[in-house]
Nanobody, 115 residues
Framework: QVQLAESGGGVVQPGGSLRLSCAVS????????MAWYRQAPGKQRELVAS???????SYEDSVKGRFTISEDNAQNTVYLQMNSLKPEDTAVYYC?????????WGQGTQVTVSS
């Protein structure tokens, strides 16, 4: 059973940066893709960024140019670097792993962008 643990959330002012980490309990080499989702209060969970096992990345339009997803296979960790944060980025951010036949979610980490 793969387990995911997010960290790195917090409170930051508009224009600031945060780096989220998702530690995977097993080797990520067997995972088809990893992604970050977010869910703001009263809204549906939305895909923010994803990375395939081959290293291809994709981003939701509103975060393009500001967020970067990356992975460190040696550390079994996936990152989300978030720059130029805006109040509308405030949400709980979830890590997701897609394996063959099933997916796994982390517990989430809160990101609050406020002055």
């Amino acid at each position: 059973q793969v387990q995911l643990a997010e960290s790195g959330g917090g409170v930051v002012q508009p224009g600031g940066s945060l780096r989220l980490s998702c530690a995977v309990s097993s080797s990520i080499s067997g995972i088809r893709s990893m992604a970050w989702y977010r869910q703001a209060p009263g809204k549906q969970r939305e895909l923010v960024a994803s990375i395939t096992s081959g290293g291809s990345t994709s981003y939701e339009d509103s975060v393009k140019g500001r967020f970067t997803i990356s992975e460190d296979n040696a550390q079994n960790t996936v990152y989300l670097q978030m720059n130029s944060l805006k109040p509308e980025d405030t949400a709980v951010y979830y890590c997701y792993a897609l394996l063959i036949g099933f997916g796994c979610w982390g517990q989430g980490t809160q990101v609050t962008v406020s002055s």
